[in-house]
Structure formats: structure tokens, C-alpha cells
């Protein structure tokens, strides 16, 4: 069987980024998307989501046409199915955790769903947590639960733009065997945004690194090697030179 496959050619400007991106990746595991500050990251993932609409081009979610300038076609977001977890957990403040997590349910719990939320309270070690507002959560916490509400859309595919970015390295510590449990143990194929060297390492089965709006390359973890290692030791000149 064929792995579920992103078709993309999209043009799109925003400042001064012009965004121009035409290529197929397979999307089954983890696939990390990889690039400095301002190379078009977020807005591909926002596009592929429906957030934010291209210029031109089209977009294919595993055969599924969800954007074709030249057709007219742009499906909202509500129609793509897409569980979409942002860098902060954007939690709602007046719910408690059980609540915010079957915001995400589509028309109720229904016995034909994939995903049921028992499933994904076991799957985050959230249990202890259902009574709880958000306030009273820490930062991976937050973003377990966000993770679990975006499972419970039970959605054809989820995104994650830099989960990990706003907490310390012991909170990304703390949520990294997550997510790597819903990598392994929830067949959704996830989009993972990151500038993290490590983080690829750990969780990415294939990667597409991006630079100034444009691909740079595509492939598994081993074949884009060379382009990791050369952002890696960038990453660590940078951290040698703040510390002098």
C-alpha cells in the first residue's frame, strides 16, 4: 500500500518572503519540517491547514484536492479535517481539561470514531489532569492536552508547528516519549515543524528542509544528513558565540 502523500505547488507572498514550493513528499510517521527563522515553515503548514490561502497553485491531501486556484476550489478548514496543534497550547481558560478535550470531538463522542477519548487520556498520561483548569497546568501539560484534543477530530492528518518551542528543556523532555507514542501508536500521519536538530533525530521517519521559501531538500532522515549536520554545527557556532 502506498504511504499517504502531500502534493504541493503553491506560490505565495508575504513580505518579503516569496514563497514558491512544488513537490510530492510521503507523509506516513513523522515528517519533520525543517528550516531556519523565516523560511516558509509556518506559512506551508497554514496553507496546508486552510489558515491562510496561496496565490496560486494546488494542494493534495492523499489524492483529496483541497486547494486548485485554476478549478476554484479552497475548502475551509472545518473540511480538511486537520488537527492542528499550535506552539502554545491555546487552551480554552473557562474549561476544565476533560472539557477542552471533547471541544475537539466532532458532534459528540459517537461509537464510530477511531479515536475515543479514553484512548487519548492513556496515550498522554493526562488522567489526573481532567479536573483541572488551565491555568493549573504546566507548559507540557498544556500541550498534551492540546495534542489530545487535536486527536479527538479524528483527524487525516496533524500538524504540529514547533510544539516544543516555548518550553524549558525539561518540559520538552517530559513531552518528547508523547509524542513519540503518538507517532507509533496513532496511525495519523503527522506534519512536524521544528528547527531542532535533535528533535528530527528523535521523532522524523522522512524531512523537507525549506530555506528562504523554497525546498531544499526531501527525503529520510539519512538522506537530507548533510543538510542537518551543516544547520547543526551553524546551530552551535551561534551558541559558542553568544556565550563569549
Excluded: C, W
Excluded at 487552551?91 to 471533547?102: A, I, Q
Excluded at 491555568?135 to 479524528?154: P, W
Excluded at 525549506?210 to 529520510?220: D, I, P, Y
Amino acid at each position: 500500500m502506498a504511504k499517504p502523500s502531500l502534493d504541493i505547488s503553491v506560490r505565495r507572498k508575504i513580505g518579503s518572503l516569496d514563497l514558491e514550493l512544488d513537490f510530492s513528499a510521503s507523509t506516513g510517521g513523522l515528517t519533520a519540517v525543517f528550516g531556519r527563522s523565516g523560511s516558509g515553515k509556518t506559512t506551508l503548514i497554514n496553507m496546508l491547514a486552510g489558515l491562510l490561502k496561496p496565490d496560486a497553485g494546488r494542494i493534495s491531501l492523499y489524492g483529496k484536492v483541497v486547494f486548485d486556484s485554476d478549478a476554484g476550489i479552497d475548502l475551509p478548514p472545518d473540511r480538511r479535517n486537520i488537527g492542528y496543534v499550535f506552539q502554545e497550547g491555546r487552551l480554552f481558560p473557562h474549561m476544565k481539561v476533560k472539557t477542552n478535550l471533547l471541544y475537539g470531538v466532532k458532534g459528540g463522542l459517537r461509537s464510530e470514531q477511531k479515536i475515543v477519548l479514553d484512548e487519548v487520556v492513556e496515550l498522554l498520561g493526562i488522567g489526573k489532569l481532567l479536573d483541572r483548569r488551565p491555568h493549573h497546568l504546566s507548559g507540557g501539560e498544556k500541550q498534551r492536552v492540546a495534542i489530545g484534543r487535536a486527536l479527538l477530530m479524528n483527524p487525516d492528518l496533524l500538524i504540529m508547528d514547533e510544539p516544543l518551542a516555548a518550553l524549558d528543556d525539561m518540559r520538552k523532555h517530559e513531552i518528547l516519549p508523547f509524542i513519540e507514542r503518538v507517532r507509533d501508536e496513532i496511525v495519523t500521519p503527522i506534519v512536524y515543524v521544528t528547527h531542532s536538530v535533535a528533535e528530527i533525530h528523535r521523532l522524523a521517519s522522512s524531512v523537507i528542509v525549506m530555506r528562504e521559501g523554497r525546498l531544499l531538500a526531501s527525503g529520510s532522515v539519512a538522506e537530507v544528513e548533510r543538510y542537518l549536520s551543516l544547520s547543526e554545527r551553524m546551530q552551535e557556532m551561534q551558541r559558542e558565540q553568544k556565550s563569549a
